[in-house]
């Protein structure tokens, strides 16, 4: 359980009885209604993290909603875009071994994140990670319609594991993972994909393109 849940928890419960007690008690059922909503949509269970060498985890739970590629500082990279709805866990976690170089938040649009303009116009935090192998991986937690707020709580020089817990975004939203293009994707649109223990993807045993 995330600690934001059970805040909003008790906040809830309090407004629940200050309700019952100064007006009907039957409309305290709408705040502890809330309050169990929120305990249950910061929920954060344990996931069996995969140990295949070179293996890329998918850094959220959601819907795979892009395989593409694309250039990124006129390199070309493959992007993986992951849909959060209201309904998914929303705890984000490191989609491989090594050390976070650069951390970027950037102020932004509240697009929808179907939306492929919110890639780079809504807000979002940027992550850029370098595996044990060499790698760059870039991984982007984006604001959607109702994220207002995105979490990370690792910074540059941070070590991180695969599937490793780093940060969280508040309701609906949009992961992304850009890879070099040698990398072996395993998953295709319309894929249902679990943080921290789905892979996205193999990257090759030495170091590849960037």
Sequence with gaps: ?????????????????LIGIWTMPSLAV????????FL?????????IPSAPGAVVSPADGKVTGVSTIQMEGEARTRISIFLNVFNVH????PASGVITAVEYRRGKYLNAMNPASAELNEQNICTLVTEDGYHIVFKQIAGLLARRIVFSRR???????????????FGSRCDVILPVSAKVLVEVGNIVKGGSSTLAILPPTQGEF
């Design 1 to 17: 359980m995330v600690r934001d849940g059970i805040y909003y928890a008790l906040a809830l419960l309090v407004v629940a009885v």
């Design 30 to 37: 709408v705040p502890l209604l809330l309050a169990v909503f």
């Design 91 to 94: 705890v984000n976690r490191s």
């Design 156 to 170: 540059a020089g941070d070590r991180v594991a695969r599937g490793e817990r780093i940060g969280l975004i508040k």
């Design 40 to 48: 249950w949509f910061f929920r954060d269970p344990e996931r069996t």
